[in-house]
């Protein structure tokens, strides 16, 4: 059991932190932030040229419009799973277009580079497109996928603590490659059609779209979510576990790199293999994967509602605050509380309130596993800041929300007979079979 500091007695009056050190103009942020900028919209260029090549302009806008079809419906998934602590959105607008420009580029430079060099090395080049397919293609492109994941494990520490965190960074990386990858399909699909002249649902593209975006939108998530798992085990454990915190996201890609190339493989089990694939493979790890995710969830929940009295019984949060950031439905309801009274700026000061606060319940769950880094002090000092300064607009919402959610006690009547006050025998009427609010201090 790990021994925590003495909660600090008085509101913070800043976060802590000491002295910045001098940094070398190579450390600085802006530098950085160029420097990621500027390599993923040359590949973005780079990406838009070859896709173009391949497809013409006309397949390319077709592509690009079937395509973009699934997007927001996986992104919004992925940001569903990722409300309990949700990210910055800068994370997400990283990995997607890290997967849609630097990773796609990835894949089809060096795709193209390993197949043409085994069909010359074979002299056959039917099996080196099969090859090529079914080992060298999942090997490259989970492995550029699984580069964004690792960039945000390394210099977003702080946004990626568990395994839902993996699972959306991973997913939202897939989505962008996916999205690069069916634009390149559909716009080629399309580029047939108009030679061979096949229209409509008997087309090539009718049949690619079903394929790849009506039936299997998740399918490059699937894979590459098990990398982000990976990841988001190896951050539970502690630092001082390295042998753990290698292999577990190697163990990850090596699965998403494996069920790769069962997919891959499947057009090369007979006619329906690609059918038996899908029911046999997909679908069920699509169902576990989906129940693990939720199922993690619900667990963060159970930890804010586990971790969030000690700083209620400090005085830093109001008893009913655990109760209520420990409810999804009560988040919800504060939110609207606070929109409906005070306008959309304190609905979102509820909403950052709500996730410092979550983070704050997941730092001290580390911590008293023994997991904290050695910054937890000046880590919990900083989120205890957070919420103090928007405590004046929070902790009405959450206390009105507390008692909109609370959970009814029932009150029935007693198996015995009941007598009157004012004279032995007079019975009196049986209570109300009704259901009263649960006790609570804030409720007049």
Known sequence: MATFPPYPTHPPTGPAGGALRHAHWWQK????????????????????????????????????????????????????????????????????????????????????????????????????????????????????????????????????????????????????????????????????????????????????????????????PLFTVLTGIGFGIAALSADRHHLRRVLLPLSGLLLAMGMHAVWNGSSTFGEYGFFAVYAAFMVPAFGLLTWLVIWTRQRELKTVREELPAYAVAGWLTPAEPFALGSMRARRIARQYARHHAGRPAARAVAQYEAYATSLAFLRHRGRRGRAGADFVVRERELLHELWARRDVARPALDHAARATAPPVPVVAAPWPMYGVYGYGQQTAPYPQTAYPAYNPYQS
């Open 29 to 220: 942020k802006w530098v950085r932030y160029g420097a990621l900028t500027t390599l993923l919209a040359l590949s973005g260029l780079v990406i838009l040229a070859l896709v173009r090549e391949q497809t013409g302009t006309e397949g390319f806008l077709v592509g690009l419009g079937l395509a973009i079809l699934p997007v927001p419906l996986l992104i919004a998934a992925f940001r569903w799973l990722d409300r309990v602590e949700p990210g910055p959105w800068r994370n997400l607008l990283f990995c997607f277009a890290w997967g849609a420009c630097a990773a796609a580029l990835i894949a089809i430079v060096a795709n193209s580079f390993a197949t043409r060099w085994i069909a010359t090395a074979t002299a056959d080049p039917s099996s080196a497109d099969t090859l090529g397919a079914t080992v060298i293609a999942p090997v490259v492109e989970e492995s550029a996928k699984a580069a964004a994941v690792l960039l945000v494990f390394l210099f977003r520490r702080r946004d990626f603590t568990g395994i839902v965190d993996g699972v959306v960074i991973a997913g939202v990386t897939a989505t962008g490659f996916a999205f690069t990858e069916n634009i390149l399909y559909l716009g080629t699909a399309f580029g047939t059609d108009q030679l061979t002249g096949d229209r409509g649902i008997a087309s090539v593209t009718a049949a690619t779209f079903f394929v790849r975006v009506i039936m299997s939108p998740f399918a490059h």
